[in-house]
């Protein structure tokens, strides 16, 4: 059986993946033939970056400020090494373990990614079919571009979470949990770093954020209250108080927005016509109301509480750095803590995930679960990242890589590459499982700073 043929709910569907990884690619190999997508982390980057268009490299790619939480990410993983422990009977592993009282066949999830139609135009749907098919759990991103309804329908197997912005707007929050709850999500993961957007140099330079064109908000134009939002933005009709927005200039940039956003109007406008949607003041309408409602910078531990009325899901509160807020965390009463600063896209200079994990883990002292992301690039990765406390381990930005290079085939090329890595280095460090896997299993880089 192929891993993407595995049945996901079999545990057993992630044993011996890295010899079927090897196997395939170097049985190919004979014919001349070599990988699609890259294996090797800088080249997959690479290939990524050929892939896509400026604007949607820099937007998927690009950190806050001179980018050196993204550096400081991977340079905390550089801090640590494994240990090779020869002599012990590994010929049988075992990835699996249990998340949210599920059997799961890896510790691996995938990371909330927005505005995937940047990389390839089946985005979400692409990457949910892929997840399903190696028993990955998917967390559907807020900003997605597709509805977390029509990602459902395409991978009715899948397991999913659901990735809560909270925005300005109570109403709009409860009704996307509604939808999540009834869409088969299993959990919800509010994060908490975005109630201000980072200064990501990268995007500022090309004066460009997917969102002012119509990207990336299909949660929110697939919703009827935002929906409602928008119908009585339009009905007010500007607002005399407002600051007035600077002229925009007519030019094949200006066109080209306003074509991607009637494209994207059907939700909102009722209408497949794009000659109708460019007629209609509820596309921008939509747009303006996004920008409005996406956040907000008031959000405080007590607004945690109105969750709980508006689901009965687990929720994981994503965005936790600091060792004190995890530990305020589980006095709300939340069902899990993700350790993130974003991917390095929020705060510069921010410090880096692996580095507080250890304390963390230690102070939760598995009272919920502890995901843990920003900075994983390979199986190695995924396994000091468990070595250090973690019960999960999230992928970010590879994935959207290797969507970008191939599709559906790339996300599941990366994924199965992460899972094969993982497997060969917990043979190689002595280990027939990776609940087994702890600070024994690791070095401190002696003089690391």
């Known amino acids: ?9 079999d545990p057993a569907a992630a044993r ?37 268009s400026a604007e949607a490299f820099a937007y998927i790619a690009g950190g806050a400020g001179a980018e050196r939480t993204v550096d400081a990410n991977r340079a ?21 373990t249990t998340f949210l009282g599920v059997d799961r066949p890896s510790p691996l999830l995938l990371a909330p990614l927005g505005v995937m139609e940047l990389a390839h135009r089946d985005a979400d749907l692409a990457v949910a079919r892929a997840a399903a098919a190696l028993g990955v759990p998917y967390t559907l991103s807020n900003q997605a571009s597709v509805a977390m309804e029509d990602v459902a329908a395409a991978a009715p197997g899948g397991s999913r979470l659901f990735q809560l912005y909270w925005s300005a707007s109570d109403e709009l929050n409860a009704s996307l949990l509604r939808r999540a709850e009834a869409s088969g999500c299993e959990a919800i993961v509010v994060t908490l770093d975005t109630h201000l957007l980072g200064w990501r140099t990268r995007d500022l330079d090309l004066a460009y954020l997917p969102f002012t064109r119509g990207l990336g908000i299909a949660q929110y134009t697939s919703d009827p209250v935002f929906q409602q939002l928008v119908r009585d933005r339009v009905r007010r009709g500007p607002d005399a108080a407002a600051p007035a927005a600077p002229p925009v200039r007519l030019t094949p940039k200006t066109v080209a927005a306003g074509l991607t956003i009637a494209r994207r109007a059907g939700a909102v406008t009722g209408s497949g016509s794009i000659r109708d949607n460019l007629r209609s003041p509820l596309p921008r309408a939509a ?38 807020d995890a530990i305020r965390a589980l006095d709300v009463g939340v069902d899990g803590v993700w350790i993130s600063n974003h991917g390095g896209r929020q705060l510069d200079q921010s410090v880096p995930t692996l580095d507080v994990l250890p304390t963390i883990a230690e102070r939760i002292a598995g009272r919920v679960p502890v995901v843990f992301d920003s900075g994983v690039r390979q199986g190695s990765d995924v396994a000091i990242a468990l070595a250090l406390g973690a019960d999960a381990v999230a992928l970010g930005r590879p994935y959207a890589y290797g ?25 190689l460090t002595g280990h027939t499982a990776v609940g087994d896997l702890d600070h024994h299993a690791l070095r401190d880089v002696p003089g690391g700073s």
Do not use: C
């Open 403 to 427: 969507l970008a290079v191939a599709g559906e085939e790339g996300v599941r090329e990366v994924v199965r590459n992460i899972l094969a890595e993982l497997d060969i280095t917990l043979g």
């Open 1 to 9: 059986m192929t891993p993407s043929s595995a049945d996901p709910s």
């Open 76 to 96: 905390a993983f550089g801090r640590r090494q494994l240990w090779p422990r020869p002599l012990r009977d590994v010929s049988t592993r075992d990835l699996s």
């Open 287 to 324: 747009v303006e109301t996004f920008l409005d409602v996406f956040s907000t910078p008031a959000l405080t531990w007590d607004d945690l509480a109105r969750a709980r009325e508006w689901t009965t899901l687990p929720i994981i509160l994503k965005g936790i750095v600091h060792p004190d």
């Open 16 to 52: 011996g993946i890295s010899r079927r990884a090897q196997s395939d690619i170097y049985r190919a190999g004979i014919s001349g033939s070599t990988p699609r997508v890259p294996v090797a982390g800088d080249a997959l980057e690479a290939a990524a970056r050929s892939a896509m």
